[in-house]
C-alpha cells in the first residue's frame, strides 16, 4: 500500500523556518517524482516545489524560490521541504504528491486536483506573530 506521511508542521513567527518531512513506504520511492503541493482557504491548491527522483532535477514556484529547499534522502525513503524566512501567506496544509507514474512527475494543472496521484494526509504550517 502507498503511503506518505508528512509532519513538521506547527506554528511559526514571521522570518522563521520549519523542515517538513514526508516519509513514503509501500513503493520504490527511488523511481518517483515528489512533489509539495499547499493548500490556503483563500487559494485553493499551489504547487509549490517538485524534486525528480535522484534529487538533481528541482523546481519551484516563484514565491517560495530562495526561501525554500526541496530534497530527498532515497535511503531513507524520505522526501523533505526545509522552509526558511517564512511569510504570513505561508499559512497553508502542506502535501507530499507522488505521481502515479515512475520517471513522470504530475503537472501544474494536475496538481490542483487530488484525484491526480497519491497525496499525503498533510502537515498545517501557521505563520503569525
Known amino acids: 500500500e502507498v503511503q506518505l506521511v508528512e509532519s513538521g508542521g506547527g506554528s511559526v513567527q514571521p522570518g522563521g523556518s520549519l523542515t517538513l518531512s514526508c516519509a513514503a513506504s509501500?513503493?520504490?520511492?527511488?523511481?518517483?517524482?515528489i512533489q509539495w503541493v499547499r493548500e490556503a482557504p483563500a487559494r485553493g491548491l499551489e504547487w509549490v516545489a517538485n524534486?525528480?527522483?535522484?534529487?538533481?532535477?528541482?523546481a519551484y514556484e516563484d514565491f517560495v524560490k530562495g526561501r525554500f529547499t526541496v530534497s530527498r534522502d532515497n535511503a531513507k525513503h524520505t522526501a523533505y521541504l526545509q522552509m526558511n524566512d517564512v511569510i504570513p501567506d505561508d499559512t497553508a496544509v502542506y502535501y507530499c504528491?507522488?505521481?502515479?507514474?515512475?520517471?513522470?512527475?504530475?503537472?501544474?494543472?494536475?496538481?490542483?486536483?487530488?484525484?491526480?496521484?497519491?497525496w499525503g494526509q498533510g502537515t498545517q504550517v501557521t505563520v503569525s506573530s
Open positions: 504528491v507522488r505521481p502515479m507514474k515512475p520517471w513522470l512527475g504530475l503537472s501544474g494543472p494536475e496538481l490542483r486536483d487530488k484525484a491526480n496521484g497519491f
Open positions: 509501500g513503493f520504490a520511492f527511488d523511481q518517483y517524482w
Open positions: 524534486i525528480n527522483p535522484n534529487g538533481l532535477a528541482i
